[in-house]
C-alpha cells in the first residue's frame, strides 16, 4: 500500500510505460507489414498474436533478470571488440532486420514480369515464426530499459502490460492506414531498415541516441503526409506489385 501511495513509483510507471510504447512503435510496424501477406481474416488475429507472445516474453525475460543482467558480460572478441550475450543477439537481430526488410522492398516493387514469375504462399504459421523472431530482440531492448529506470518488479510489469494493451487497440489501425498508403509503408520499411542498422551498431558498442532515430523517422513521416495530400489532388494513388500469394 505504501508503494502504490508514492509518487515516485507512478511517475516511473508513467515515464516507463510511455518509453515501452515508443519502443513497441517499430515492432507494432513490422507485425503490420508481415500481417498483410495473410488473407484479411488472418491479419487482425497474427497481430494480436504477435503482440500477445512479445507481451509474455518480455514478462519471462523480467522474471529472469539474473539471467539478463548475465548477458552483459564479455563472451567473446572480435577484432578488438568485446562481445556479449546481448551484443550478439543485437547483432543478429539487426542484420534479420536489415535482410528482412530489404526483402520485403524488393518484394514490393516487382515488376510486372517479375510478379507473374515469383510467386511464393505466405502462411500464417510462417508469419508468426518471423514476428516471433524479431520479438526476441524488441523484448530484449525493452526488458533492459525496463531494468534501467525502475527498481520494482510489478511496475516494469504492469507497464509492460499497459504498453502492449495501447498497442493492441492502436495496431490496427496502424496497420490499416499503413496498407491504405504504399508509400507509407515503404517509408516504414526504410525505418525498420534505420532501427537494424542501429541494433547492429548498439552491438557493437556504437551508441547511437534513439532520440535522433525518432525525430528523423517523425520528420520524414511528417513530410510523406504533406506529400500524400498533395498526390490526392492531382494524381492517382500509388499501387505497389507484391510478389506474394496469400493463403487460400
Known amino acids: 500500500?505504501?508503494?502504490?501511495?508514492?509518487?515516485?513509483?507512478?511517475?516511473s510507471l508513467l515515464t516507463l510505460t510511455a518509453l515501452e510504447v515508443v519502443l513497441g512503435v517499430d515492432n507494432v510496424?513490422?507485425?503490420?507489414?508481415?500481417?498483410?501477406?495473410?488473407r484479411a481474416?488472418?491479419?487482425?488475429?497474427?497481430?494480436?498474436?504477435?503482440?500477445t507472445l512479445a507481451m509474455f516474453m518480455r514478462i519471462g525475460l523480467l522474471l529472469t533478470l539474473s539471467w539478463i543482467i548475465g548477458l552483459t558480460a564479455p563472451l567473446l572478441i572480435i577484432l578488438g571488440n568485446e562481445?556479449?550475450?546481448?551484443?550478439?543477439?543485437?547483432?543478429?537481430?539487426?542484420?534479420?532486420?536489415?535482410?528482412?526488410?530489404?526483402?520485403?522492398?524488393?518484394?514490393?516493387?516487382e515488376?510486372?514480369?517479375?510478379?507473374?514469375?515469383?510467386?511464393?504462399?505466405?502462411?500464417?504459421?510462417?508469419?508468426?515464426?518471423?514476428?516471433?523472431?524479431?520479438?526476441?530482440?524488441?523484448?530484449?531492448?525493452?526488458?533492459?530499459?525496463?531494468?534501467?529506470?525502475?527498481?520494482?518488479?510489478?511496475?516494469?510489469?504492469?507497464?509492460?502490460?499497459?504498453?502492449v494493451g495501447i498497442m493492441l487497440i492502436s495496431s490496427g489501425y496502424i496497420a490499416a492506414y499503413v496498407n491504405k498508403h504504399p508509400t507509407l509503408k515503404m517509408l516504414a520499411l526504410s525505418f525498420l531498415l534505420l532501427i537494424g542498422t542501429s541494433l547492429v551498431a548498439e552491438g557493437l558498442d556504437v551508441h547511437v541516441p534513439r532520440g535522433y532515430l525518432y525525430f528523423a523517422m517523425a520528420f520524414s513521416v511528417f513530410v510523406e503526409v504533406l506529400n500524400m495530400r498533395l498526390r490526392a489532388r492531382h494524381?492517382?494513388?500509388?499501387?505497389?506489385?507484391?510478389t506474394y500469394v496469400k493463403e487460400q
Open 1 to 11: 500500500m505504501e508503494q502504490l501511495l508514492d509518487p515516485n513509483i507512478w511517475a
Open 29 to 38: 510496424v513490422f507485425i503490420s507489414i508481415l500481417s498483410s501477406k495473410l
Open 41 to 51: 481474416d488472418q491479419q487482425e488475429r497474427a497481430r494480436r498474436v504477435g503482440l
Open 83 to 109: 562481445l556479449s550475450g546481448r551484443d550478439i543477439i543485437l547483432i543478429v537481430g539487426g542484420l534479420f532486420l536489415l535482410g528482412k526488410s530489404t526483402s520485403e522492398i524488393h518484394e514490393l516493387l
Open 111 to 163: 515488376g510486372d514480369e517479375a510478379h507473374k514469375s515469383k510467386r511464393t504462399a505466405a502462411s500464417f504459421g510462417s508469419v508468426i515464426a518471423q514476428i516471433l523472431a524479431l520479438d526476441v530482440v524488441f523484448s530484449l531492448d525493452s526488458v533492459l530499459t525496463a531494468v534501467g529506470l525502475a527498481e520494482q518488479l510489478w511496475v516494469m510489469i504492469v507497464a509492460i502490460v499497459v504498453a
Open 235 to 242: 494524381a492517382k494513388p500509388v499501387e505497389l506489385r507484391p
